[in-house]
C-alpha cells in the first residue's frame, strides 16, 4: 500500500510529555508498537513529566 500524499489515514499517537498528537512515520514501520514520544527532546525531558 502506498502512502500517495494523503496524510489523514495514517495512525497517530499522544505524546505522553508535551500531549501534542504525532502521526506514523517510515522510519518507525518497524517500532510503531515502541514508539512512546514525538521527539528526542519529549524523549529526554520524560523524566519531568508525571
Known amino acids: ?3 500517495r500524499g494523503n ?3 495514517l495512525p497517530s499517537k ?3 510529555v508535551c500531549q501534542r498528537p ?3 512515520r517510515k522510519k518507525w514501520a ?3 508498537d515502541e514508539v512512546k ?3 528526542d527532546r519529549c524523549r529526554r ?3 519531568g513529566s508525571p
Do not use: E, L, V
Request: net charge positive; proline share 5%; glycine share 0%.
Open 1 to 3: 500500500m502506498a502512502h
Open 7 to 9: 496524510k489523514a489515514h
Open 14 to 16: 499522544i505524546c505522553p
Open 22 to 24: 504525532f502521526t506514523w
Open 30 to 32: 518497524n517500532c510503531w
Open 37 to 39: 514520544y514525538c521527539s
Open 45 to 47: 525531558s520524560r523524566t
